[in-house]
């Protein structure tokens, strides 16, 4: 694949005891473009994610992450936390993970946690209350306004996220990743549980994260209605291996990705293929 | 080396009573996930029992030593289970489903309430027992004048320890009550969905943990001639930190944590100071779990992203 | 210590004498069994050192039949009172008093505080108890930064108030060094020590945590025992000079305060001196909080509690941000300890056993956690109520216990039950506990 690429994985490795759960898996996700990780259930696309964030050490293979600087950051030598911080690389979760008891806004300010703590001076200047750090908070406060108006939860800003409907729960979860101001958002099956009108809703907002922001997007998703739409690049992956990458369309017509859906579930194969028309 | 010998049995021993204790810790956490501060006062109710009950059998013209003990033995762990049951059901089941830290100190209040409960009716005082079984073994008559000496209340105490956990494995892997309690283990309401009665089992877990605690206590008692009103504290932090140690919620993970604690306090206090055999426990309890975060036979926790 | 509360715990319950008695009956009978031996039969040591006995089955006919008739009467109350949910409880007209209370409360709390040495100059015993209770506001407030915002279960508290608690009292009979220079000394030697623990422990998760934590306060307190050269074992060490105001005594000689005001001497000054000392810590611990609460720090120690996973993926670096809490909490505790140990003279392991960081915790859980008005109620409940029992001395470990038991199931979420957001955009609107996390740690 030509092109700038922000993400390059390079043969990816990652055993659990002595199941593979991803084989050397080689894929590139392009600056400024929505790359689309499918594949059926269990084909190890959340265990890649957990590899590029940080949540799991690769057995083998290489993650690299080239910023718009031209800064190029090796993700599988950096871990945990660091990734966001110093890498720049967002996610959410598949299962929501926002604080429930703590406001929409409050969620999008802890996303600001590394700027304001440098604001702060490490605490000691907010303790003291000095001007420098309002100013900062006020623009933190800001910076969550715009996000909370841009996924239409303004007016809830004040209540608590484990209050929100689920579909509010997701935008405001992205919102929060937008937040840490990424390079790279990833989005671990953003539309699971959406009704179609609010998968729509979703399919606009992160065209305009693209298109608006910058912001290369890597998902992984089931609703095919989203992938297709949106998407700019697939990778298809069963088993842990790729078995097929480019646009939707070719992807769509490879027989090998409707071979592998049908093998998993005959269901889903026949979503994959009624939704792209 | 007979010196040596002697404190490995004299550990053993010691860490049979932990191991048994500790079991009560590590099932109640397994299935209802929350630390029973009163465990440790279980064990001490346990002990009282067994002194009371002897006392009042050999007033009454007993003389049939292996009688009265079997006597003891029932009473206090018939009596000890019922004192389990009666705490689950009034400190912790309201609880059940309630905040986390809400059955902890709940339980922390239940301890506080069991050990001035035996204090005010049995008075402060220490509670000495003359010597019940008697008699031992010389195992090795070492050249400097030391033997090893193997008592027969030691042997009982293995013995008894033996033959409780082969019971107790045998309950929880082969009978109905067993599957039970790994079901709710897993997930209590899909196993009350399957037809499990939950709150039978978890009141059974308690009885059985505290039966087990009521034979600790009596052979703490015979062991060492002595029950006091405090003595579950310190021996309840020792069993629960044998089971943390073992690696919480795994049965043979608490009795060996029993049997590690008794031997690292038996050989401290044999080979450096009788002062710090508790702050050598305690140490290497927290060296133990910076290496091992899930103790010695725990399952790792997987971590679901 | 009763079978009296043996309930259903399904919602259609029967109702009707026949019932009411049965279960009567049951808890009666379950309670001769268990006090049979244990209030039926007293045993004590004898004179010649074996063990006599006598029996008492006048208490123990007593006891079985206090059980049965309370048993009876609160299946009746239960009956007239209905099933039992959060909205019956706290009746909606006594939970809207209560939320207009809480507004004026705190202030008014505030201002009594500053009164109080004022309205019982005279009551020495009064004065005495305020200082006692306002200690243990300043742990709860210095805990709840931990378990209350952090998450974390410490059950070691009590170390880091040993700490700071013998930190003052061996600086000062050693060196000499003045109550103001090892105040801060304390803090931060507290504070080093919970960074010490802290630091190879904190990736502990839940209960291990919990124990750990635990074993430490056991080991600080025996090592304190033990090490007699330094600390005076079980002894003690007596001889703690009195706090100064900033350099002037509050005693009768010649330089003191009351000679250089040209006033009497009473020895109360010093006490008033002591209650406003220690009401400047506590509210210095308390203005810290909040303020740290709205920092990013603050935010960061209550995202952990609510989601440790989330906060990893937003780049808060977990390890560190649980070491200032917990180093937080413990400087805390190292200045109310080094504050006890100026205020009693003498301290001893005593005063460092873990019963402490259980009533420390249990008013933290009590006040509702993270709440610090929750935090102040619930100190001055438990310790006002403990003292009420002062007279019944061997009982007041029993009662405290049963009151406990009962408090956690009267309010498993603490007394103040909602959560006061940090930063709001219009509406400042408190968050139902029942959304609030408690964590992992």
């Known amino acids: 694949m030509s092109g700038d690429p922000i993400l390059t994985v390079d043969r990816l490795m990652m055993r659990f005891g002595g199941i593979v759960a991803v084989n050397e898996l080689s894929f590139a996700a392009e600056r400024r473009k929505i790359t689309a990780l499918i594949g059926p259930n269990g084909a190890g696309k959340t265990t890649v994610f957990n590899c590029i964030t940080g949540f799991y050490r690769p057995s083998g293979g290489a993650i690299r992450l080239a910023h718009d600087d031209g800064r190029s950051i090796q993700l599988e030598r950096l871990n945990d936390f660091r990734i966001s911080k110093q890498a720049k690389v967002a996610r959410t979760f598949q299962n929501i993970r926002l604080f429930p008891g703590m406001t929409a806004l409050e969620n999008l300010m802890v996303a600001q946690h590394n700027a304001l703590m440098r604001a702060s001076g490490l605490t000691l200047l907010g303790l003291l209350g000095l001007p420098s750090w309002r100013e900062a908070e006020q623009r933190a406060i800001e910076l969550a306004r715009t996000w909370l108006d841009r996924v239409g939860l303004l007016d809830r800003a004040d209540d608590a996220a484990g209050n929100l409907p689920y579909g509010d729960q997701r935008r405001l979860e992205i919102a929060r990743a937008m937040c840490t101001e990424p390079a790279l958002l990833c989005l671990d099956e953003p539309a699971a549980g959406l009704n179609a009108r609010e998968s729509g809703g979703l399919n606009e907002l992160l065209l305009s994260i693209r298109n608006e922001q910058g912001t290369s997007i890597l998902l992984i998703e089931h609703d095919m209605s989203v992938v297709m739409e949106i998407s700019d690049h697939v990778v298809v992956m069963d088993y842990g291996v790729k078995i097929a990458e480019g646009t939707p369309q070719a992807v769509r017509d490879d ?4 071979a592998a859906y049908l093998g998993a579930d005959e269901e889903e194969a026949i979503a994959v293929m009624e939704s792209g028309t | 080396m007979d010196y040596f010998a002697q404190q490995l049995i004299n550990g053993l021993v010691l860490g049979s009573i932990y191991g048994l204790i500790a079991i009560g810790y590590t099932m109640v956490y397994g299935i209802v996930g929350m630390i029973n501060f009163a465990h440790g006062d279980i064990f001490m109710i346990g002990g009282f029992i067994a002194m009371i009950s002897f006392l009042v059998l050999v007033s009454l013209g007993l003389t049939a030593i292996p009688l009265i003990l079997l006597i003891v033995l029932l009473v206090s762990m018939v009596i000890t289970a019922l004192y389990g049951w009666t705490i689950e059901r009034i400190a912790y089941r309201p609880l059940r489903h309630s905040f986390r830290l809400a059955p902890m100190l709940s339980a922390i209040g239940m301890s506080f309430v069991l050990t001035n409960f035996s204090q005010v009716s049995q008075g402060a005082r220490v509670k000495p027992v003359p010597p019940i079984i008697t008699g031992g073994y010389t195992l090795h008559e070492g050249s400097e004048g030391f033997a090893v000496q193997l008592s027969n209340i030691q042997i009982v105490v293995v013995l008894a320890t033996i033959v409780l956990l082969a019971v107790f494995t045998w309950l929880v892997s082969r009978t109905r009550l067993g599957r039970d309690m790994r079901a709710c283990e897993q997930d209590q309401t899909m196993a009350s969905l399957l037809g499990v009665d939950v709150d039978r089992t978890i009141s059974m877990t308690f009885v059985i943990g505290a039966a087990l605690a009521a034979v600790a206590g009596m052979m703490y008692l015979l062991y060492y001639g002595l029950v006091d009103f405090f003595m579950g504290f310190v021996a309840g932090i020792k069993a629960f930190t044998a089971a943390v140690l073992g690696g919480i919620g ?50 790792p926790e997987v971590e679901k992203v | 210590m009763s079978a009296t509360s043996a309930r259903p715990s399904h919602a259609a319950q029967p109702s009707g004498s026949a019932f009411i008695l049965k279960k009567a009956l049951i808890s009666a009978a379950v309670a001769l069994v268990l006090f049979s031996l244990m209030i039926g039969v007293r045993t004590e040591a004898g004179p010649q050192g074996g063990l006599i006995y006598w029996t008492r089955f006048g208490d123990l006919a007593a006891m079985v039949g206090t059980v049965f008739g309370g048993s009876i009467i609160i299946e009746l109350l239960r009956q007239w009172w209905g099933p039992v949910d959060k909205d019956r409880i706290v009746p909606k007209p006594v939970q809207a008093a209560m939320s207009f209370a809480g507004r004026w409360l705190a202030p008014a709390l505030l201002v009594f505080a500053f009164l109080v040495p004022v309205i019982f100059y005279n009551q020495r015993y009064i004065l005495d108890l305020s200082i006692l209770v306002l200690t243990y506001v300043m742990l709860g407030w210095g805990l709840n930064v931990v378990v209350g915002l952090a998450g974390l279960l410490d059950l070691g508290y009590v ?46 998760r839940g209960d291990y945590l919990a124990i750990v934590t635990l074993a430490f306060g056991e080991i600080i307190r025996l090592v304190i025992i033990n090490w007699q050269s330094l600390t005076g074992g079980p002894n003690g060490v007596s001889g703690i000079p009195r706090p100064t105001l900033f350099g002037i005594p509050l005693d009768n000689s010649d330089d003191g305060l009351a000679a250089k005001l040209g006033i009497e001497f009473s020895p109360t000054h010093r006490i008033v001196f002591l209650f406003y000392l220690i009401l400047a810590m506590a509210l210095l611990t308390n203005w810290v909080t909040i303020r740290l609460r709205r920092l990013p720090i603050g935010r960061a120690w209550e995202a952990l509690r609510e989601d440790e996973v989330a906060c990893r993926a937003l780049g808060i670096n ?18 109310a300890g080094a504050f006890f140990a100026t205020r009693q003279g003498f301290i001893s392991p005593e005063s460092f056993t873990f019963q402490e960081s259980a009533l420390v915790l249990a008013i933290v859980v009590l006040g509702g956690m993270g709440s610090q008005l929750g935090v102040a109620l619930a100190a001055l409940t438990m310790i006002g109520g403990f003292e009420l029992f002062r007279g019944f001395d061997q009982y007041r470990m029993l009662v405290f216990g049963i009151a406990m038991v009962l408090l956690m199931i009267w309010r498993p979420r603490g007394l103040i039950g909602h959560r006061a957001p940090t930063v709001f955009l219009e509406r400042n609107q408190a968050i139902s506990s029942d959304l609030v996390k408690e964590g992992h740690g």
Do not use: H, Q
């Open chain 1, 255 to 258: 027989p090998k990705v409707i």
């Open chain 2, 250 to 299: 795994s049965l043979p993970g608490a009795m060996l944590g029993g049997l590690a604690i008794g031997l690292i306090e038996t050989f401290w206090s044999a080979y450096f100071s009788v002062e710090y055999k508790d702050v050598a426990a305690f140490s290497i309890l927290i060296v133990v779990l910076i290496f091992m975060p899930t103790g010695l036979l725990g399952r």
């Open chain 3, 159 to 204: 170390a880091f108030y040993a700490v700071g608690a013998y930190s003052y009292a061996l600086l000062a009979t050693n060196f000499g060094l003045s109550f103001w220079v090892c105040l801060p000394l304390a803090g931060i030697l507290a504070a080093f020590w919970g960074v010490l623990l802290g630091f190879p422990v904190l990736r502990l």
């Open chain 3, 318 to 335: 977990v390890t560190t941000t649980k070491l200032t809490a917990f180093a937080t909490g413990a400087m805390f505790g190292g200045l």
